[in-house]
């Protein structure tokens, strides 16, 4: 596969830089899309070959260039600066970027730091010329009943698939026994919440109070220089989208979170960077519970086809059975984690 992926490669980098490379060298660790090192001219170029599939239709490599085409165009530097995008062959270059991916246990405040830097300047420039013309992310919504149909419509997806793929019957028990019921305890939450609080479920957020988000941000998604400083990659889903997702996801993600800590000083301090728009911090206690069970549910994405696919795509071949039951465990400690959250919902109260 990667032999006419590397033609492509040289043909896309020609087209840049009027030369052919002197070097194309495959990377090792993307999970989803074929990366590669490729020096033209004596400069190093990260190549990226992104998947394509007639089950995933999104646009992986215009949603990630035109995004960071805007912000780098618009004065942020710690992303990587985008060079040429060959959308014909799905291939994006961009700068090399030197480092090494945090460790969970590295992650300190300054850290952190650089992250709501990240987001707020994300929030400060969605107002700038151009803007505008960006499409929303993936999983966006700017309603609350938005995001309760998506994680719903996400929670079939998986279940029907699963149930024509003849899973294990540990995953089929899982789906029915935990996820099932949580989804319905945090559908009841959030809309006895939304009374309580005045807030209308299909109300549309306004323009004025949606951000864009990179959507899968996280020190998972980072590199760390000799400066120490970070340079936050993969843009792919980032787009439009209400701040309430953008700040969840991030103490959410997974691989390499906020340490918990943190979580908090993190919340209060993005919200001081955003103004605390109108509502956010009510939708934040609503809607977290959700998303977490959304991260739930992407964690069961190893037993769907496309993804399957996708990770094959991109060199990713570890023993299926052994992945897949740790994506399980993984899943099924992320519901206790919702669980745990519907039973005492605290973590925001010092927010709203």
């Known amino acids: ?18 030369a052919r490379p002197e070097s194309v060298k495959s990377i090792v660790g993307g999970a989803n899309n074929l990366v590669f090192r490729v020096i033209v001219g004596g ?15 999104r646009d992986r490599l215009g949603a990630e260039f035109g995004m960071l085409d805007f912000l780098w165009k618009n004065g942020l530097r710690c992303i990587p600066e985008p060079l040429f995008a060959d ?12 480092g090494c991916r945090p460790r969970p246990e590295e992650i300190a405040w300054p850290d952190v730091d650089q992250l709501v830097h990240l987001l ?28 309760l149909d998506n994680v719903e419509g996400r929670f079939r997806h998986v279940a029907n698939t699963l149930a024509a793929e003849a899973a294990p019957g540990e995953v089929h028990e899982f789906i029915q026994c935990e996820l099932s019921p949580t989804l319905e305890a945090v559908r009841k ?8 609080s005045g807030l209308d479920l299909e109300a549309c957020l306004s323009l004025e109070q949606r951000t864009l988000n990179p959507a899968d941000h996280g020190f998972h998604n980072a590199l760390r220089g000799h400066d120490g400083r970070l340079t936050f990659l993969d843009f792919e889903y980032a787009g439009w989208d209400d701040p309430a997702q953008m700040i969840c996801n991030a103490c959410l993600q997974p691989a390499v979170p906020i340490p918990t800590s943190m979580q908090r000083r993190f919340v209060k301090v993005i919200l001081d960077r955003l103004d605390n728009p109108e ?22 994405n190893e037993f ?28 099924n400690c ?19």
Not at 308 to 313: G, K, V
Request: glycine share 6%; with cysteine; net charge positive.
């Open 1 to 18: 596969m990667k032999a006419p992926i590397i033609e492509s490669i040289r043909e896309a980098a020609l087209a840049a830089f009027a």
């Open 43 to 57: 400069r190093d170029i990260l190549a990226k070959s992104y998947f394509q599939h007639p089950g995933d239709n």
């Open 87 to 98: 959308h014909a062959r799905h291939i994006g270059l961009y700068q090399f970027i030197e």
């Open 120 to 147: 707020a300047e994300m929030w400060r420039l969605r107002k700038h010329a151009g803007a505008a013309a960006l499409p929303s992310g993936s999983d966006s919504s700017f309603s609350m009943a938005g995001f």
């Open 189 to 196: 939450f959030i809309k006895q919440g939304a009374r309580h």
């Open 279 to 300: 509502d956010l911090a009510a939708r934040l206690k609503l809607l977290y519970p959700l998303f977490g069970l959304k991260w739930s549910l992407i964690m069961l």
């Open 304 to 331: 769907l086809p496309v993804s399957r696919e996708r990770r094959r795509f991109a060199g990713d071949r570890p023993e299926d059975q052994v992945r897949r039951g740790e994506q399980l465990k993984k899943s």
């Open 334 to 352: 992320q519901v206790k984690a919702v669980q745990a959250y519907l039973a005492t919902p605290v973590f925001f109260d010092c927010l709203v």
